[in-house]
C-alpha cells in the first residue's frame, strides 16, 4: 500500500497501519495542525467537557468519572490512552468500546477533511473520537491527555473544568527537564473563569501561577479537599461538606482515594450541570474498572498487573506491593521503552523484586534486554536475571518457576501488561 494512500476497505488494523505511517514523527507537539483539520472538519463538543491530564493517575481519575456519571444514568464519552489490548478501548460511548466500523468511518472522514495536512497517529485518532463523540448526543465527555497538555490535542476542546492529576518526571525531553516546566506544559489545559482542580498536593509553583494568570479558580487537594482514610470506609471533604462512609474503590492501592477525591471535587465544580447524588458516587466507587493498574488477578501464585513505567508510579507500586502480605519469591516480569527512566523505576522497585525476568519490548522506543540489564545494573540491581525472547515468553517462564506461595509482579510499560492481559484472556 502506498504511504500518501488511504486503506480503500473497512479494516481497522489496516487504518492503525497507515495513521502509524503518514507523519514523520511518532509525537510532534502542537495544535495548529490539527486545529485546522478540526475546523475543516466543523468539530465541537456541545456537552460539559472534563479534561484530565498529570503524569500518573489521570486514567483512574477518568475512570471514576465515567463510573459515577454513568451510575447516575448520564450518557458519557470516554477518550483514554494507550490501550492494552485493542484501540476500540480508547472511544467509549455510554460504556460500549466504539466498534471497527465506527472508527474507520470516523478515520474516512478526518482523512477527507485533512487535505494533506500531516497528523500523527494521536492527532487523528483525537479527531475521530470527537466526531464519534459529537454526533452521540452526550451528556458529559471526559478527555485524558495523551502527553503533556498544553500542546497535546485533547486541548483543542474547551474544558468545563480541567483536573491535573499528580506531577512527576516523565516525558522530559518534549515537556523540559524539571518538575516546573512539566507542570506548566499540564496547567496548558486550564480556561480562565473555568475550575481547575489539582490533585497533587505539592504542585510545580507554576502549575498555581498559571491558573492565577488566566483567572482559572484552583482547587488543590489537602488545602480545598481531600479524603480521609477510615477502617473499611473513607470521607471526602471540601468546603461543600463532607461524605462520610464511602466504600473504598473497587481500584487497588490507597493512593487511588486522591485520584477518587480529585474526581468527586470536579463532579463538584459541575454539579450545576451533571448533578450527582450519593448513590451514584457509592456506586461508581465500587463498580469502576481499570485493567493494569494494580491489577492482581485471581489465584495463585498472585499475579499482579501495573502499567508504572516512571519512578513516581513505582513508587506508588512498590508501597502497595508492601501492604499485600509476605511471599516466599516474587518474580518481576519486566519491559519498558528506551526512552523512559528504567534505571529510576528499578532502583525503586529493588527492594522487592527477588527474582529479574528481562522482556524485551518491540519497535524503535522498546528496550531489548540487553538496555535492561545495562540500566539495572546503574541501578545497582544484584539480584538474579533471565533474558526471555519476549514477555509472552518472560510470563511463561516466570509461572514455571513460581510456587503458589510466590508473587508474579508484572510491570514497566503498557506494552508490557497487556502482552499478559492478552496471553491470560487466550
Not at 465541537?44 to 500518573?56: E, I, K, M, W, Y
Not at 482542580?197 to 488566566?214: F, H, K, M, N, Y
Request: proline share 5%; with cysteine; net charge neutral.
Amino acid at each position: 500500500m502506498s504511504l500518501s494512500r488511504p486503506p480503500s476497505g473497512g479494516d481497522l488494523a489496516a487504518w492503525l497501519s497507515y495513521l502509524e505511517r503518514i507523519h514523520p514523527r511518532t509525537i510532534d507537539l502542537g495544535l495548529e495542525r490539527v486545529a485546522r483539520v478540526r475546523d475543516r472538519l466543523e468539530l465541537a463538543l456541545s456537552c460539559p467537557v472534563v479534561t484530565v491530564g498529570g503524569t500518573n493517575g489521570k486514567g483512574s481519575i477518568c475512570a471514576f468519572l465515567e463510573a459515577i456519571l454513568r451510575a447516575s444514568a448520564y450518557r458519557v464519552g470516554l477518550y483514554t490512552s494507550p490501550h492494552l489490548l485493542r484501540y476500540n478501548e480508547r472511544v467509549r460511548i455510554d460504556g460500549q468500546e466504539a466498534t471497527d466500523a465506527q472508527l474507520v468511518a470516523a478515520f474516512a472522514r478526518v482523512e477527507a477533511a485533512r487535505a494533506g495536512t500531516s497528523l500523527t497517529y494521536f492527532e487523528f485518532g483525537t479527531l475521530a473520537a470527537a466526531l464519534l463523540f459529537q454526533e452521540a448526543a452526550l451528556d458529559v465527555a471526559v478527555l485524558e491527555v495523551g502527553l503533556g497538555g498544553r500542546l497535546d490535542a485533547v486541548n483543542l476542546f474547551d474544558p468545563d473544568c480541567a483536573v491535573v492529576a499528580s506531577i512527576g518526571m516523565d516525558h522530559m525531553d518534549y515537556l523540559g527537564p524539571t518538575r516546573e516546566s512539566i507542570g506548566l506544559e499540564k496547567a496548558g489545559i486550564f480556561r480562565g473563569g473555568r475550575p481547575a482542580v489539582v490533585g497533587d498536593p505539592d504542585p510545580p509553583a507554576s502549575v498555581l501561577e498559571q491558573a492565577r494568570r488566566i483567572g482559572a479558580p484552583v482547587r488543590l487537594i489537602e488545602r480545598d479537599f481531600g479524603a480521609r482514610a477510615g477502617e473499611g470506609e473513607w470521607t471526602y471533604w471540601s468546603a461543600q461538606g463532607r461524605r462520610a462512609g464511602l466504600p473504598w474503590p473497587a481500584l487497588r492501592g490507597e493512593y487511588q482515594l486522591a485520584n477518587a477525591a480529585a474526581a468527586l471535587a470536579a463532579l463538584e465544580d459541575l454539579r450545576a450541570q451533571v448533578p450527582v447524588d450519593m448513590g451514584a458516587i457509592r456506586r461508581g466507587l465500587v463498580e469502576v474498572e481499570l485493567p493494569g493498574r494494580f491489577q492482581v488477578l485471581p489465584g495463585r501464585p498472585a499475579v499482579v498487573l501495573d502499567v508504572a513505567h516512571n519512578p513516581h508510579a513505582a513508587e506508588r507500586l512498590r508501597d502497595s506491593l508492601a501492604r499485600m502480605g509476605s511471599y516466599r519469591t516474587t518474580y518481576a516480569v519486566f519491559g519498558m521503552l528506551n526512552d523512559k527512566d528504567i534505571a529510576g523505576v528499578a532502583r525503586t522497585l529493588d527492594a522487592m523484586v527477588d527474582r529479574w525476568v528481562l522482556a524485551p519490548l518491540p519497535g524503535a522506543r522498546g528496550a531489548s534486554t540487553q538496555d535492561l540489564r545495562r540500566h539495572l545494573a546503574a541501578a545497582g540491581v544484584a539480584a538474579p536475571l533471565e533474558a526471555c525472547a519476549s514477555v509472552a515468553a518472560a510470563f511463561r517462564r516466570a509461572r514455571e518457576q513460581a510456587c503458589a506461595d510466590d508473587r508474579i509482579l508484572v510491570f514497566g510499560s503498557f506494552h508490557t501488561v497487556g502482552d499478559v492481559l492478552a496471553l491470560v484472556k487466550a
